[in-house]
């Protein structure tokens, strides 16, 4: 396998949003596929998508996309995936890969496994990389650089199927990590889902003040609740999706979150401001650590 070689004939798309739309922008720039094509249910994503020239053909017409695609990705949104799954099952031939770019693995198996007939090959993956902003005009083909790409290949995956796919990230600029998708689902409870979840109650908590106090937070927003806005400015549709779907793992780690914001309450109601202190020292050295992993 070469740097240079296309890796696929045909790539269907199927989601034409910020993730699918950079990954069509950037197989175009490597040379990656002979041919992208999309499926979205929107027709003016279909017309913006074919506007912005990123692919060869739009279509809401998932079948008309597949034709002849031998690698399929998904994405749409987790909970679109076992409606996806049945209409793209009798339309792939063996061999044909399937991928998506979800942020919850376990789904994936659940919703479109089953859907998948003999010799097409499932091999689920994770791009950790996003920006507040949707739709195929958000997309842009350098989003990939310098970021991780998490498959969650099943156990006895073909191990040709496999490479392709961790080759197609690396293309992009990923560094590819192998996980099972447990473990994945439970690592981005805590460094994304809850984050997120915290952001969203967050500025939700600062839309229900009253109007004049309201004003204020935006007219006077420091750094940390410009931030907590821009998450909070994600796609809801998508996150609404993922928090029902890997629901049990976010639970879990909210459960965690609440117990050491009890203990931060208890820290300041009584003044204990070495444990405040401590607890501050701690969190600062994880941000070190971001920073030289080069993922700040």
Not at 40 to 63: F, H, N, P, Y
Not at 242 to 263: M, P
Request: glycine letters at 8%; aromatic letters at 6%.
């Amino acid at each position: 396998m070469t740097d240079t070689a296309p890796l696929f004939d045909r790539v269907a798309i199927v989601g034409i949003g910020l993730i699918g739309s950079s990954l069509a922008r950037a197989m175009a720039e490597y040379g990656i596929a002979r041919q992208v094509v999309c499926a979205d249910r929107s027709k003016d994503a279909c017309v913006k998508a074919m506007e912005l020239g990123i692919v060869e053909m739009a279509t809401t017409e998932i079948e008309v996309a597949l034709d002849g695609a031998d690698l399929v990705v998904l994405a749409t949104p987790v909970g679109s995936f076992a409606e996806v799954g049945e209409r793209i099952g009798p339309h792939l031939a063996p061999g044909t890969i399937v991928t998506d770019v979800g942020s919850v693995k376990q789904a994936v198996f659940r919703d479109v496994g089953p859907n998948l007939p003999d010799g097409v090959h499932l091999i689920p993956g994770h791009p950790v990389a996003g920006t507040e902003h949707s739709g195929p005009e958000a997309g842009f083909a350098s989003l990939f650089q310098g970021r991780w790409c998490i498959l969650t290949p099943p156990t006895g995956a073909d191990a040709a199927a496999v490479e392709k796919v961790m080759e197609l990230w690396r293309r992009v600029g990923s560094t590819v990590e192998i996980m099972d998708a447990n473990h994945h689902d439970r690592v981005l409870a805590i460094t994304s889902h809850l984050p997120h979840l915290i952001a969203y109650t967050i500025v939700g908590t600062a839309s229900d003040l009253e109007d004049d106090t309201k004003s204020e937070v935006i007219k006077f927003s420091a750094g940390g609740f410009r931030d907590f806005t821009r998450i909070a400015a994600s796609d809801p549709v998508m996150w609404r999706d993922v928090f029902l779907n890997n629901r049990e793992a976010v639970l879990e780690i909210l459960q965690r979150f609440t117990e050491d914001l009890t203990a931060l309450q208890r820290a300041i109601r009584w003044g204990e401001g070495q444990q405040l202190q401590d607890q501050f020292t701690k969190t600062r050295a994880i941000r070190r650590g971001i920073i030289d992993a080069k993922q700040a």
